[in-house]
């Protein structure tokens, strides 16, 4: 019979802090491919280098965020 304490070695292995690392780069990546394809409609007067430019910003601003 339980006592009431437990071996943690016995609890099923939860992966959460990797998976949430891994949901949070998928949602980056994801993000940056949608601004990507919308860029040219938003500003079609953007060059490919300030495209690029804007997007680096956007990663940048978006991982110190999430």
Not at 11 to 17: G, R
Not at 24 to 48: E, G
Request: hydrophobic share 35%; net charge positive.
């Amino acid at each position: 019979m339980s006592d009431g304490n437990f071996n943690r070695a016995l609890l099923p292995h939860t992966p959460y802090q990797s998976g949430l690392r891994q949901g949070k780069s998928m949602a980056r990546m994801h993000a940056a491919d949608v601004l990507r394809d919308m860029l040219p409609t938003i500003n079609p007067h953007l060059t490919p280098d300030e495209q690029k430019e804007v997007i680096a910003q956007f990663t940048t601003r978006l991982s110190r965020k999430l």
